[in-house]
Structure formats: C-alpha cells, structure tokens
C-alpha cells in the first residue's frame, strides 16, 4: 500500500497546484477563484523516487460558524483515510480565523499533521511564517508550490517516517 497524502486547507492557499505539480496532472482545477475544486481528487504522485497517493480537497470554507460546519465532509473523509495531513496555509495572508478553525480539528485527530506555509516566493520567508507557530501544529515548513521551491525537503520529512 502507497501512503496516503491529504492536501487540506482553506481555499484559495495553493492546494491543487501543489497537487499538480506532485502528480504532474492537470486534472485539479486551479484557479483564481476560491473553492473551484469541490471535490476529493486522487492522484498517484511520482517525485525524486518517493511514490504515495496524494488527495486534494477543496471543501473546507471559513465562513460558516463551527468546524463541523467549516470542514466540509470531502475533507473530513480525507483527513480520515490519510496518513499524513499536509495543512496548508497562505504566507502572505498570514494566520486567517478559518486557518484557526482547521487548526482546531486537526489537532483533536490522531493524525500526523505538516503545516505548511505556501507562496513564500518573494517574500521573507521565514519572518512571513512566524506567526503560523500560534497554530500550535509544531514546525511551519516553507514552500513556494507554483514554483517548486521546498518541495523536494518538505516531502523528504513528511515522508520519510511512514
Ligand atoms: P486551492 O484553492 O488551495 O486549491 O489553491 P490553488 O492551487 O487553486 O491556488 C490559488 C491561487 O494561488 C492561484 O492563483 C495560484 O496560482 C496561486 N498560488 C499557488 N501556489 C503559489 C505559490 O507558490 N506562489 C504564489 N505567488 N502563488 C501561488
Ligand atoms: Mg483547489
């Protein structure tokens, strides 16, 4: 059995191009519009010699009250049947209430759970990612998913305990 990746995360912070440039498909709608990927999508992702089944998501909205209400099911039946949880989450936006809301749930699973801060291309890095430690989800791992930067060590450590 291939690990299971889940891409989770609210809209818009760069899931389904990290998707595609994992399994190379262009199957994963991306665009600039939040939300557009409505369901759970599968992809066998090929990278540097490590091979796992990695799901994009697209349910998970910030604007309902509650987190039963903010996880959208397509995304709780990820998390569920995941191995790994890769939370993604926007550097230049900074922490929002609906990444506090995720936050909230993924902590409560028994899931290992990578935050990952994307779009530091252009940006400092590092001083963009600090705030990302009150998610309370450990280490924040840097990756520009458009441009491929810190791809390779972010699959490198979540990968490599499985
Ligand atoms: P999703 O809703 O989480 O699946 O997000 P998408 O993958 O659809 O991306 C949302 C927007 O962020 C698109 O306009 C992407 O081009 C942009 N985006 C994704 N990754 C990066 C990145 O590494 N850097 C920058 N600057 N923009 C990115
Ligand atoms: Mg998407």
């Given at each position: 059995?291939?690990?299971?990746?889940?891409?989770?995360?609210?809209?818009?912070?760069?899931?389904?191009?990290?998707?595609?440039?994992?399994?190379?498909?262009?199957?994963?709608?991306?665009?600039?519009?939040?939300?557009?990927?409505?369901?759970?999508?599968?992809?066998?992702?090929?990278?540097?010699?490590?091979?796992?089944?990695?799901?994009?998501?697209?349910?998970?909205?910030?604007?309902?009250?509650?987190?039963?209400?903010?996880?959208?099911?397509?995304?709780?039946?990820?998390?569920?049947?995941?191995?790994?949880?890769?939370?993604?989450?926007?550097?230049?936006?900074?922490?929002?209430?609906?990444?506090?809301?995720?936050?909230?749930?993924?902590?409560?699973?028994?899931?290992?759970v990578y935050l990952?801060?994307?779009?530091?291309?252009?940006?400092?890095?590092?001083?963009?990612?600090?705030?990302?430690?009150?998610?309370a989800l450990g280490d924040v791992?840097?990756?520009?998913?458009?441009?491929?930067?810190?791809?390779?060590?972010?699959?490198?450590?979540?990968?490599?305990?499985?």
């Amino acid at each position: 059995m291939l690990p299971v990746v889940a891409l989770v995360g609210r809209p818009n912070v760069g899931k389904s191009t990290l998707f595609n440039r994992l399994t190379r498909s262009r199957d994963a709608l991306v665009a600039d519009f939040p939300g557009l990927t409505r369901d759970r999508k599968y992809g066998q992702a090929k990278y540097e010699g490590l091979q796992f089944i990695l799901v994009d998501t697209g349910g998970i909205s910030g604007d309902e009250q509650g987190i039963d209400a903010e996880m959208a099911e397509q995304s709780l039946l990820a998390i569920d049947e995941a191995n790994v949880v890769l939370f993604l989450v926007d550097a230049r936006a900074g922490v929002t209430s609906a990444d506090i809301g995720i936050a909230n749930h993924l902590r409560k699973q028994n899931k290992k759970v990578y935050l990952v801060a994307n779009k530091v291309d252009g940006i400092d890095g590092d001083s963009e990612s600090a705030e990302f430690y009150s998610l309370a989800l450990g280490d924040v791992l840097q990756i520009a998913a458009a441009h491929g930067r810190g791809v390779q060590q972010l699959l490198n450590t979540t990968l490599e305990p499985l």
